[in-house]
Structure formats: structure tokens, C-alpha cells
């Protein structure tokens, strides 16, 4: 341990399993960070729908993972162990992390850190990793999504929602966007929405086939799931990839199959927290070439609704879970 470390820090844990009340501030020891790890003392963490499924019991961390939430976190070095050679103490990162990140100090490893695009505070850099990360593997490697395509996002005013209607936008795709209300509709359009619709109001079927004369989204990126899967299928396009991230209205639905083989559509999906480090730091290499760019020259930034001091970790999951947010939700954790 660097003697300049402090021993204890100040975490936010869950107590027990269930809503958003079982989250509490707690004291415990500091990581170490292990072999190819960087120590973070953390400025900012992210808030994410994991972080509320772990908290109600539906999501559990990898075995060797902290038991803490907290998938993303920026910060500065605080400490390298063995083997670390491309960053050094006091570097201003930002990373995907495996678990702990509601907390003082987290270790993540290395290669699943960048550093804070230029421009950038801590604060922005904090709300990138998580939803970056899982945008570029769905909509762009998955999703293959390539330029003059349409892509169909659903929750486009969540925080994965805002960037990739912004990373699409950025690399001349075409963007169909659901929301819940009509602010959150208006909040599509700014990022760079072609079409936008309250889902409410509107059925996303119809508007996806108006808006490309018949054709359908040559790619849909879906965290709802449940009923939405087979209207998904009816709004795709022909050789059209439906990727699926999340399941917010359940993950069994009753499918007719037919269309999808006659069409030659592709049903895929992928969750994050369980791949490999060697598919996570690829993710990460990928995001240094193609996104950190976007991001410094401005043509991508996140979108922030709030932030809440760590210790109120509770009411950003309410926040969250009450549909309540345009944009990330934030833990200002420690000095940025």
C-alpha cells in the first residue's frame, strides 16, 4: 500500500436485497490494486440499471468482482500494480469497472481505462465508460451499423439511449427514438434524432416503416424486451440485426420465427459485465480510436440529469428506476 494512502474509505453497500432504501454509506479498507490494476481515487461514479438489478439481487458480480456497485468511475491514479506501464500516479482516467466503483478508491484493470478525453471534467468523463462501451460492441461491431443505415434506439433519452443517438448521428446513420414523454422526445431530436416519438402516443412500428418507406431499421437497439421483441422483428428491416441489451419488460416473449428466416434477420444480444478482459480492453481500444475523437471535437457528449453526493446513492437509484432521468446519473464521490 502507498504510504500516502489513507487505510479506510467511505463506501456506499448494499445491506440487503431490495429497493433503493437498502443502500448505505459504510467504512471499509482500501484495495490494493493487483497485477496489470489501476487504483482510482475516485471524483465521480455512474449510476447504471445493473447497479439497481445488483441492488435488488438480480444481478450478481463475478466472483473475483468487488461486491459493491458501480460499473464506471473516473478519477485520478492513485497507485499501479505489477506490471501497469502505460499510465502514471496522478492521470486523470475514466473506466469501465468490473464492480466497487460506489467508493473513495477503486481498482479496475488497466486496460479498461482511458484517459479523460481532452476538454472534458471529471464529472462528463465519469458518465462514458459504461454507456460507450456498451454502444460501440452492440450498435457498431453486433450491430454492424454503418453509415446511410437507420438505427432504431429504444429509452433514447436514457443514458445509453443519448449516446448512440449521438455516435450514430456522428457516423451518418439515420436515428428513429423512443421516449416516454414529450421533453424527452424534444431531448432526441437535439442529439441528433431524425425521427423521434413518444411511445405513448405513437407506435414505433409504424413510425420506423413511414420514416424508411417501407423498409424497416436496418438496426434496433432494444433494452425492453418482453412484447417489444416480436413488434422489434416487424420494424426490422430485411438482413436487419436486432440487438438486445436489457430486458426491462421480461426476456420470454412468444415469437413466430418464419418472418426472421425469411427475411434474413439476425436476433442477437450481449451483456458487458461478463465478458473477458481481452474482449473488454479490445472495447477499449476500439472506443481510443473511434469515439475519444468525437467526443473532444465535441460531436459527442454526454448528457448529465443530476448528481448526488455518494452517500445518496439511494435517491439517484429512485431516480433511475422511476424513469425519472434525461441523460446519466452521477456520484460525486470525491475533489475532480
Not at 86 to 97: H, N, S, T
Not at 121 to 144: I, K, S
Not at 287 to 313: K, M, Y
Amino acid at each position: 500500500m502507498n504510504p500516502d494512502l489513507p487505510s479506510r474509505m467511505t463506501v456506499v453497500e448494499i445491506a440487503d436485497f431490495g429497493g433503493p432504501e437498502v443502500l448505505r454509506p459504510a467504512r471499509r479498507a482500501v484495495p490494493t490494486a493487483g497485477t496489470h490494476e489501476l487504483l482510482i481515487e475516485v471524483a465521480f461514479a455512474g449510476v447504471n440499471r445493473p447497479d439497481c438489478m445488483q441492488r435488488a439481487g438480480h444481478y450478481p458480480p463475478p466472483p473475483d468482482a468487488s461486491d459493491l456497485p458501480g460499473l464506471e468511475v473516473s478519477g485520478r491514479v492513485a497507485a499501479m500494480g505489477p506490471g501497469v506501464d502505460a499510465f502514471a500516479v496522478g492521470d486523470a482516467v475514466c473506466a469501465l469497472a468490473n464492480g466497487g466503483g460506489y467508493a473513495e478508491y477503486c481498482t479496475v484493470p488497466a486496460t479498461q481505462c482511458l484517459r479523460v478525453p481532452a476538454g472534458l471534467g471529471m464529472d462528463a468523463a465519469a458518465a462514458l465508460p459504461e454507456t460507450c462501451f456498451t454502444v460501440w460492441t452492440n450498435v457498431f461491431e453486433r450491430g454492424r451499423l454503418a453509415a446511410g443505415e437507420t438505427l432504431l434506439v429504444h429509452g433514447g433519452a436514457s443514458g445509453i439511449g443519448t449516446t448512440a443517438i449521438q455516435l450514430a448521428h456522428a457516423r451518418g446513420a439515420r436515428v428513429v427514438a423512443t421516449a416516454g414523454t414529450d421533453d424527452k422526445v424534444r431531448i432526441c431530436r437535439e442529439l441528433g434524432a431524425d425521427r423521434a416519438l413518444n411511445y405513448h402516443q405513437e407506435d414505433f412500428v409504424e413510425a420506423v416503416l413511414d420514416n424508411t418507406l417501407g423498409a424497416g431499421a436496418d438496426v434496433i437497439l432494444d433494452m425492453v424486451g418482453g412484447d417489444y421483441i416480436h413488434r422489434n422483428l416487424q420494424a426490422l428491416a430485411a438482413e436487419g440485426r436486432l440487438v438486445q441489451i436489457a430486458f426491462l419488460r421480461g426476456s420470454r416473449a412468444e415469437l413466430d420465427l418464419m418472418p426472421l428466416m425469411l427475411r434474413r434477420q439476425t436476433l442477437t444480444g450481449s451483456t458487458l459485465r461478463a465478458q473477458s478482459l481481452e474482449a473488454k480492453a479490445a472495447i477499449a481500444r476500439s472506443l481510443r480510436e473511434h469515439v475519444w475523437p468525437l467526443v473532444e471535437t465535441g460531436r459527442v457528449q454526454p448528457l448529465i440529469h443530476a448528481e448526488f453526493p455518494l452517500e445518496d446513492a439511494g435517491e439517484a437509484h429512485a431516480v433511475m428506476e422511476a424513469n425519472a432521468n434525461s441523460g446519466k446519473l452521477l456520484l460525486r464521490v470525491g475533489e475532480s
